[in-house]
């Protein structure tokens, strides 16, 4: 059972770059969600999802895009990266609304966009 | 929207004393409530929330928190700290939909 997982780990990137990050669980949960964050500012949600096939934007939506093909993976994608993306990325899945429920992390991604 | 405020960025504590997290949100509705702390480069793991009922809430590791509806504050406490709860601790708020806020968190050193 390995819980969240992200791939990758680390990346760089030239402005203007895009790049996909991926979210996998095998909890069987219905929601995931993704958070950046950013030193100073706690965690802030960019986009989330209530099961297979949906997705809902957050706080901080703009400049990224997301997708939810199966119940187990979210993507979160960024079609052209800019120095303001520079952030640490974490997804998270909850069986029910992470309004009430448990959250579980992944270990992040650290993006650096240059 | 929601705001929640962690008063400390920093807090230095001596290994066995006592540490008092503060954490203040702000809502006119009623809110669920979470502390969930990260250890270095980790993920996010939850410590304890307040949904309902008692307000004093008892979570791992032997931290707890007391919820206090009229000071709109959520501050995390325990008694006796260890090296190993050498962490950054998030207080963070949900009232409304599936949105989500987090403090900005207070880095809790413990001091041999």
């Known amino acids: 059972n390995a819980g969240v997982t992200q791939t990758p780990k680390f990346r760089v990137l030239k402005t203007g770059q895009s790049m996909t990050l991926l979210c996998a669980q095998d909890?069987?949960?219905?929601?995931m969600y993704w958070y950046r964050q950013d030193p100073g500012m706690g965690l802030r949600l960019i986009h989330y999802?209530?099961?297979?096939?949906?997705?809902a934007k957050g706080e901080v939506p703009d400049g990224y895009n997301v997708s939810r093909l199966k119940k187990q993976n979210f993507l979160l994608g960024l079609e052209s990266a800019a120095p303001s993306q520079t952030s640490v990325y974490f997804c998270?899945?909850?069986?029910?609304?992470?309004?009430?429920?448990?959250?579980?992390f992944g270990p992040g991604t650290r993006l650096t966009v240059l | 929207a929601q705001s929640v405020t962690q008063l400390d960025s920093q807090v230095p504590v001596f290994e066995e004393a006592p540490v008092e997290l503060r954490c203040n949100y702000s809502?006119?509705?009623?809110?669920?409530l979470f502390w969930y702390v990260q250890y270095p480069n980790q993920g996010l793991q939850l410590l304890l929330k307040?949904?309902?009922?008692?307000?004093l809430v008892k979570g791992i590791n032997g931290f707890e928190a007391e919820f206090n509806k009229s000071q709109t504050s959520f501050h995390l406490r325990k008694p006796s700290v260890h090296i190993s709860d050498t962490a950054e601790y998030f207080c963070?708020?949900?009232?409304?939909?599936?949105?989500?806020?987090f403090g900005t968190g207070t880095s809790l050193t413990v001091i041999p």
């Open positions: 909890m069987n949960h219905e929601y």
């Open positions: 809502s006119s509705v009623s809110v669920y």
């Open positions: 998270a899945s909850s069986q029910t609304s992470g309004r009430t429920d448990t959250q579980y």
């Open positions: 999802s209530v099961g297979e096939g949906t997705t």
């Open positions: 963070a708020v949900s009232a409304s939909g599936n949105q989500f806020y």
């Open positions: 307040y949904l309902s009922g008692s307000t």
